[in-house]
């Protein structure tokens, strides 16, 4: 599999991050384990966006998720955003008090993230994307 590739260097050294969006489109769900989750309520070229990211430590790679919609995008509701799905999934797996509860206990117990078609009769292709965390 050939993943679209960005490395960058960070605190804990360079990860690899992976193309979520490629990935997905070419095997047709998304798997990522993770062993670490930060959020980055200051992220973007000008600041004002928010980024969750899972990192796996082990490979040193990470997948990154915008919660903040693209000014230019066609869906502008936060919560239908693929961080907010993320986010919801792993507050379902790691439950807290508030999100950084939920972060912290996501990255002290590492967990799979699993991104799959699910039937989804409302939806007018008849399936939805599904977002699972599971520790």
Request: one cysteine or more; a negative charge; hydrophobic letters at 35%.
């Amino acid at each position: 599999m050939e993943w679209n590739e960005n490395t960058t260097t960070n605190d804990k050294g360079e990860l690899t991050f992976l193309n979520f969006y490629e990935t997905r489109k070419v095997e047709g769900e998304f798997n990522f384990s993770f062993t670490n989750v930060t959020f980055n309520g200051n992220a973007g070229m000008n600041k004002d966006s928010e980024v969750v990211t899972l990192i796996d430590g082990e490979t040193e790679t990470a997948v990154s998720f915008y919660c903040t919609p693209h000014p230019d995008g066609l869906n502008q509701d936060p919560a239908k955003t693929d961080g907010a799905k993320v986010s919801n999934a792993m507050r379902r797996a790691f439950p807290g008090e508030n999100w950084d509860e939920v972060f912290s206990n996501a990255s002290s117990n590492g967990g799979k993230l699993s991104v799959t078609k699910n039937d989804y009769a409302a939806s007018p292709v008849g399936w939805a994307w599904l977002f699972e965390v599971t520790a």
